[in-house]
């Protein structure tokens, strides 16, 4: 019994993160279809793009809920019957594969990130504020929304070991889990790293086709 409940709560994780908000939000609102312009990225940063707030702020909140979803139904489900905590460990890491790699896309998806932070939320609220906290610094500070993600990604696993058994209990199975989600969102980041050592990666809020700053290098490159 316990086997059938764990596989289909990680199936059922992985189905609820295929569902891309980007696509859907933005055909309610009658918006282009995200993967045709810009990176082609399925996500909240892309849907940006299109010049409407509101439609990426929603499917933010969409990729985050998900990704909060699969989780706190897992550990919810596990004490209720009594599964082990790999159960939860391998939701997470299913809905967040599930975003990346969408049934509903054609095993295509977005990178992650917003679903990423979401299963840290329910794991713990401190550690998805703290990781967070991190890519906020790191975009108001260099204006690169994807070195902030990656940054963000590097830090999650060492904030969770940092903080295991002193402000939440230290599973290794979930450490693994945070890590093998890390690992793949830095690899969905490819193009935006050579972008970055290219000085040709675009800032937050910066306009299409607009020249390079002052002092060249990665952070005035031509755009």
Not at 13 to 41: C, W
Not at 122 to 151: D, E, F, H, K
Not at 183 to 203: D, F, M, W, Y
């Amino acid at each position: 019994m316990s086997f059938i409940v764990s596989a289909l709560l990680v199936a059922a994780s992985y189905l609820l993160g295929s569902i891309p908000f980007a696509v859907v939000v933005s055909r309610v609102m009658g918006l282009k279809d995200p993967r045709s312009f810009g990176s082609g990225n399925p996500g909240a940063t892309n849907v940006l793009r299109t010049g409407n707030k509101k439609a990426a702020i929603f499917t933010l909140l969409g990729d985050a809920a998900k990704g909060w979803l699969a989780v706190w139904a897992a550990i919810q489900l596990a004490a209720a019957y009594s599964l082990p905590v790999a159960v939860v460990a391998l939701s997470a890491v299913a809905v967040f594969l599930g975003h990346v790699f969408s049934v509903f896309l054609g095993f295509k998806g977005g990178k992650g990130v917003a679903t990423a932070l979401g299963v840290l939320l329910a794991l713990n609220p401190w550690l998805a504020l703290a990781t967070a906290a991190t890519w906020l610094i790191v975009a108001y500070a260099t204006r690169y929304s994807s070195l902030a993600a990656l940054i963000a990604a590097a830090f999650a696993p060492l904030y969770y070991l940092l903080g295991g058994n002193v402000a939440w209990r230290l599973e290794p199975v979930i450490a693994l889990a945070i890590v093998v989600i890390s690992v793949v969102l830095c690899t969905r980041h490819r193009a935006n790293i050579s972008r970055l050592i290219q000085g040709k990666e675009e800032r937050i809020g910066q306009k299409k086709g607009a020249g390079p700053r002052a002092g060249g290098g990665a952070r005035g490159g031509k755009r």
